[in-house]
Nanobody, 117 residues
Framework: QVQLVESGGGLVQPGGSLRLACVVS????????MGWYRQAPGKERELVAS???????NYVDSVKGRFTISSDNAKRTVYLQMNSLKPEDTAVYYC???????????WGQGTQVTVSS
């Protein structure tokens, strides 16, 4: 049973930082891609950042230069460091793992990030 558990969300002022963590119940080497998505009220879920098994990263334009995705295989954890946060970053952030061999996506339960003064 694959489980993803996110943590690290919260309320932060504009310009502040947060680090999200996603702990996976199995080795993250099982997955070709891992990523962070977000969904704001009334909007579709969007990919924020992703990292492949060979550490290639990708970011949506709106977070480039502010967010950094990384992974720690030994800890089975994927991180999203978020700096210079803006009110428009407010959303529920979801961790995703894609297992290419069986074409299956796994999702965490989400963690709320609120950027407000």
């Amino acid at each position: 049973q694959v489980q993803l558990v996110e943590s690290g969300g919260g309320l932060v002022q504009p310009g502040g930082s947060l680090r999200l963590a996603c702990v996976v119940s199995v080795s993250i080497l099982n997955f070709s891609d891992m990523g962070w998505y977000r969904q704001a009220p009334g909007k579709e879920r969007e990919l924020v950042a992703s990292i492949t098994s060979v550490y290639t990263t990708n970011y949506v334009d709106s977070v480039k230069g502010r967010f950094t995705i990384s992974s720690d295989n030994a800890k089975r954890t994927v991180y999203l460091q978020m700096n210079s946060l803006k009110p428009e970053d407010t959303a529920v952030y979801y961790c995703n793992a894609y297992q290419k061999s069986i074409r299956r996506n796994y999702w965490g339960q989400g963690t709320q990030v609120t950027v407000s003064s």
